[in-house]
């Protein structure tokens, strides 16, 4: 399956459930409270060494990713395309001057 056709069921799942489908329809704030509390439900299956299952690792990412969809969709965000374009960002960048990675490697000297 195609990330648009994902897109679209989501979207449809949505209009079903009544979740909004059009900006007029949701709270932007919400849906981000959202998507992050997908990410710290993530973060607690990890913790409890739950990675695959209900409520698992792999089902929170799953989350995260399809909300994140549903919001998207709701702006008409072409999904692959500006994912494509951060990963051709990404690719050309120059990480050795970001602050997670100077860290890292100061933490791995002592």
Not at 37 to 45: D, G, I, P, Q, R
Not at 58 to 74: Q, S, Y
């Amino acid at each position: 399956m195609e990330l648009k056709d994902l897109q679209q069921r989501v979207l449809d799942l949505a209009k079903e459930k009544g979740w909004g489908t059009e900006a007029k329809d949701i709270i932007f704030a919400e849906k981000i409270a959202l998507i992050h509390s997908e990410v710290s439900e993530t973060l607690e299956a990890y913790r409890q060494n739950k990675i695959d299952g209900d409520h698992g690792v792999g089902e929170e990412l799953a989350d995260v990713i399809l909300r994140t969809m549903h919001l998207a969709g709701i702006y008409n965000v072409d999904l692959e395309k500006e994912m494509s374009k951060k990963m051709d960002l990404n690719e050309g960048r120059d990480w050795s001057k970001d602050q997670l990675y100077i860290d890292r490697d100061n933490r791995a000297k002592n």
